[in-house]
C-alpha cells in the first residue's frame, strides 16, 4: 500500500503470483481522509490471511468501494473521517440500493468492514447485523429440456474426440510397426511419420523459408497436402481447445464442482480402492479460494457410480461413461497425456496451440473464454447482457447482475451459462457440494423458482396427508340404508357393525338423540362437558368434530342446506371472520358429503321440509345455541 499524501494506492497480487492490478484510491471523489480510511479497510480485506486470493475477487470489493464512496460524497453534509458515518447514513445506503443487489453489496461491506477498528461501534453494528435481504435471482437453474440439450452436445463432443483420438493412436501403432507400407507416395505414411513425430518431440517437420525478407519456419507442404493440416494431426493425438471445454462442462454437471475449481485439477490422485475391484473411487486435491484460508484446500471424491445404481451400470456401454464422474475424469487423463507431457504440467486439463506462428505451443488449463467460441460452435445464442443501470455505472455490479439469461422457449437453445449449469446440478443432488449448509440454502435453494415451487409441492402434500390423518380420526360413520335394514332384522348384529350397543343404536334410528344435523351416542358423556353433564356442544361446530357422532340418511337433506348456506355467506363476510367460524364445520361437512352418491344428495333436497328448513334457520341464526 502507497500512502505520501499525493499517493493513496493498494497492490493487489493474487495467491499465485499470475495477476495483480493496482487500485487508486484518489479517484475516489472524498475527502483524503476517507480515501486513506478506505484504502487501509481494503488492504485488510484482501490481505494474504483472508479469503480474496483473486483479482476478480479484490475487484469485487473495489466496485462496492466505489459504490459506498460515492454515497458518501452525495451526503447532505460533507464527511471527512469515518467517525463521522452513523447507523442513519448505513440505513440510508441499504435503502439506495435495487432489491436485486442489494444482498451482495451488504456481504461485500461486512466483508470489507467487519474487523474496521475506526467506525463508531454503533455504525458497524449497523453493518455487520440484521438479516440479508431475501430476492428471487436473475440465473435460474437450465430446466431438465434445456439441460438435456446442452449435454447433447457436450456428449457428442467427447464421445467424437474419444473415438478420433483412439484411431489415431492405432495409426501411429500402425507406423510404428511398419504396417503402413514403404515412403514415397504413401499418405497414410506420411500420417504415421508426421503423428511419430508429433508423439516424440511435441512438434511437426518444419522448414526454415524466406517471407518479406524474414526468415520463418513453416510445416512442409506435405503436411497440408497429404495430412490435412497440422491442426488435424495435432486432433489425432490430443483434444483440442473447445473439446478441452466439453469435458469441463461434463465434470461440472456430474460433479457440481465450479468450473474454476474444476479446471485447475491435477492429473495426480489417490485410489482408495487401489483399483483392484470394489468401489472405484478417486480423490482429487483441488482449491476454492473464497471458501477462506482454514476451507480453501479441499479433497473432490469422484465415484465410478452411486451405490443405488451398482447393479444397473455394470457393463462398458458407452452410454455409462456420461454418469460415472470418475470414468469422464479417467478419459480426460488419457486424452490429455500427451499435451501434458509436452507442456510439462500437472493439470489435468491441457491442449496444443499449433497455430502460433514461432512453433507449437502446448497450453496448461483452460478458462471462461472458451465458452462463447464452445457455444457458438454449436449454435447456442450468446448470453444477453442487460443496459447498464445508474447503480451499476457508480460501481454497483453484482454477480447476480453479470450472470444475466435469457428465457427461451420450447423450441429455442439455450444460451451456455456454467452458474446455470451448477445451480442445476447442485439442486439435482439436493445437497451442498463444495459449500457452506447456509450458502446452499441461501444462495441456491432460496432464490430458485424451480427449487421453490418444488418445495412448496412437497409441504403442501404433506400437509394435505397430516389433514387428511386427522380428518379420519375425526371422520363421522355413516349409517348406510343397507345397516338400518339389518337393524330391523337383526338389531344386535347391526349395533356391532355400527361399534354401539343396541340401545344406543334404536335412539340414533328413532332421532331421540339428534343434534340438527347428527345424531348423538352419548350425550352425558361429551368431549366438551364434564363427565355426567348434558352436552352444551355448539350444535354447528363441535357436533361434527365429537367422536360421538353418527350421521344417518335422514340428516343429510339438513346438512345439504346448511351447506348451502354456509357457501352463500362466505362472499358476503369478511374472509376472516368466516374463515374463523365456519371454514372448519364447511370442510368437515363437505367431507361428509362425499360419502353420498351424487344421486342420494340430488333426492335429498327436495325432501327438505319446512320444519327441517326453520330448524336450519336457527341453528343459523344461533338461537339454538341460547336454548
Not at 409 to 424: E, I, K, T, Y
Not at 447 to 466: H, K, P, W, Y
Not at 547 to 552: K, P
Request: net charge positive; aromatic share 6%.
Amino acid at each position: 500500500m502507497t500512502d505520501n499524501g499525493s499517493l493513496c494506492q493498494v497492490l493487489y497480487i493474487s495467491e499465485d503470483g499470475r495477476g495483480s492490478k493496482v487500485y487508486d484510491f484518489t479517484r475516489l471523489a472524498v475527502d483524503p481522509g476517507l480515501q486513506q480510511w478506505l484504502a487501509h479497510a481494503f488492504a485488510r480485506a484482501t490481505g494474504p490471511a483472508t479469503g480474496i486470493k483473486r483479482v476478480t475477487a479484490a475487484s469485487s470489493l473495489w466496485d462496492t468501494l466505489t459504490w459506498f464512496a460515492g454515497f458518501l460524497r452525495d451526503a447532505e453534509r460533507p464527511l471527512q473521517s469515518p467517525t463521522q458515518i452513523t447507523p442513519a447514513h448505513i440505513a440510508a445506503a441499504w435503502l439506495s440500493l435495487t432489491p436485486a443487489s442489494r444482498k451482495t453489496q451488504v456481504e461485500r461491506m461486512r466483508t470489507i468492514f467487519r474487523e474496521d477498528q475506526n467506525l463508531l461501534a454503533a455504525t458497524r453494528a449497523a453493518i455487520l447485523h440484521g438479516r440479508l435481504p431475501h430476492y428471487e435471482s436473475e440465473v435460474q437453474p437450465y430446466t431438465r429440456a434445456e439441460h438435456q440439450v446442452l449435454m447433447t452436445a457436450v456428449r457428442h463432443d467427447v464421445r467424437e474426440a474419444r473415438d478420433r483420438i483412439a484411431a489415431g493412436r492405432e495409426l501411429l501403432a500402425r507406423y510404428r510397426r511398419g504396417e503402413l507400407g514403404p515412403a514415397g507416395y504413401n499418405r497414410m505414411e506420411k500420417i504415421g511419420r508426421a503423428l511419430d513425430m508429433l508423439d516424440r518431440t511435441g512438434h511437426l517437420p518444419r522448414e526454415t523459408k524466406t517471407y518479406q525478407g524474414h526468415e520463418v519456419k513453416l510445416h512442409p507442404s506435405w503436411i497440408h497436402q497429404s495430412c490435412g493440416g497440422a491442426r488435424k494431426l495435432f486432433a489425432m493425438l490430443t483434444l483440442t481447445r473447445l473439446e478441452l471445454m466439453a469435458f469441463a462442462l461434463l465434470l461440472t454437471d456430474l460433479t457440481a464442482e465450479n468450473f474454476g475449481t474444476i479446471c485447475a485439477w491435477p492429473a495426480a490422485n489417490f485410489r482408495p480402492d487401489g483399483d483392484l475391484g470394489g468401489p472405484a473411487l478417486a480423490l482429487v486435491d483441488a482449491t476454492k479460494p473464497r471458501r477462506g484460508p482454514s476451507r480453501e484446500f479441499m479433497l473432490t471424491a469422484l465415484e465410478d457410480l452411486p451405490p443405488s445404481l451398482g447393479d444397473v451400470l455394470v457393463g462398458e456401454d458407452d452410454k455409462h461413461l456420461f454418469r460415472s464422474p470418475l470414468r469422464a475424469y479417467l478419459l480426460l487423463l488419457d486424452l490429455t497425456q500427451l499435451a501434458r507431457h509436452h507442456a510439462g504440467s500437472d493439470l489435468a486439463f491441457c491442449y496444443p496451440d499449433p497455430g502460433s506462428p514461432h512453433g507449437e505451443r502446448w497450453i496448461e488449463g483452460t478458462s471462461r473464454a472458451n465458452l462463447a467460441d464452445w457455444a457458438r460452435r454449436h449454435g447456442f445464442p450468446p448470453e444477453p447482457r442487460k443496459k447498464a443501470t445508474a447503480d451499476q455505472q457508480s460501481g454497483d455490479t453484482g454477480d447476480e447482475e453479470s450472470r444475466m439469461h435469457g428465457q427461451p422457449g420450447a423450441d429455442a437453445r439455450p444460451s451456455v451459462n456454467l452458474f446455470r449449469l451448477r445451480r442445476f446440478s447442485v439442486e439435482r443432488r439436493g445437497r451442498p457440494v463444495a459449500q457452506s449448509g447456509a450458502t446452499f440454502r441461501d444462495d441456491y435453494l432460496r432464490t430458485s423458482r424451480a427449487a421453490q415451487t418444488e418445495g412448496r409441492a412437497v409441504v403442501r402434500e404433506a400437509l394435505e396427508l397430516e389433514i387428511s390423518k386427522a380428518r379420519t380420526v375425526q371422520e363421522i360413520p355413516v349409517l348406510t340404508h343397507q345397516l338400518l335394514d339389518l337393524a330391523h332384522r337383526d338389531p344386535r348384529q347391526a349395533a356391532q357393525q355400527a361399534g354401539v350397543d343396541v340401545d344406543t343404536l334404536h335412539h340414533l334410528i328413532s332421532g331421540d338423540q339428534d343434534t340438527v344435523l347428527v345424531g348423538c351416542t352419548a350425550p352425558e358423556d361429551s368431549p366438551f362437558t364434564a363427565p355426567g353433564r348434558p352436552c352444551g356442544a355448539s350444535f354447528l361446530t363441535d357436533c361434527l368434530r365429537c367422536e360421538n357422532a353418527r350421521a344417518l340418511p335422514r340428516h343429510l337433506p339438513i346438512q345439504l342446506e346448511v351447506l348451502d348456506r354456509l357457501a352463500l355467506m362466505r362472499p358476503n363476510m369478511d374472509r376472516r371472520v368466516w374463515d374463523h367460524r365456519y371454514a372448519d364445520p364447511f370442510a368437515r361437512l363437505t367431507d361428509l358429503l362425499r360419502k353420498y352418491t351424487p344421486g342420494e344428495r340430488a333426492d335429498a333436497r327436495p325432501r327438505l321440509t319446512q320444519d327441517k328448513r326453520r330448524l336450519v334457520d336457527d341453528l343459523m341464526s344461533g338461537r339454538l345455541e341460547l336454548r
